[in-house]
């Protein structure tokens, strides 16, 4: 399966940045109950270099259960750290079976922050 492609992702730096994606199939959320997930800003999506992490590890990703959600948050304080830029990423979750799949992908932007 490709992942899907969004590139709306972004926010300016300083801000708190919460988003909560969906997975569904023929729309109906899946169940993601014991699901980890991660994903990466990168330059380029030929960089080794990551310049943010989000996962459910750091616990910058929370999971849902049935209603297949994963929230994604990066404190002000972690976006003000943030370059200003255009980055890629991917969203990539594993099931309890170990099954990877990489939901998303795309540009994400982050703003230059004018007032602090």
Request: overall charge positive; charged content about 15%.
């Amino acid at each position: 399966m490709l992942a899907g492609r969004y590139n709306g992702f972004g926010f300016t730096q300083g801000d708190t940045f919460t988003t909560a994606p969906v997975w569904k199939i023929n729309g109906t959320p899946v169940s993601v109950t014991g699901y980890t997930a991660k994903m990466s800003l990168r330059k380029s999506p030929n960089s080794s270099t990551s310049v943010f992490d989000f996962s459910t590890a750091n616990g910058r990703i929370v999971t849902g259960t049935v209603d297949g959600k994963f929230t994604i948050t990066a404190s002000s304080t972690d976006t003000a750290t943030i370059p200003a830029g255009t980055y890629y990423y991917d969203l990539e979750v594993t099931s309890p079976a170990s099954v990877r799949t990489t939901l998303l992908s795309g540009v994400l932007t982050v703003a230059k922050q004018v007032t602090s």
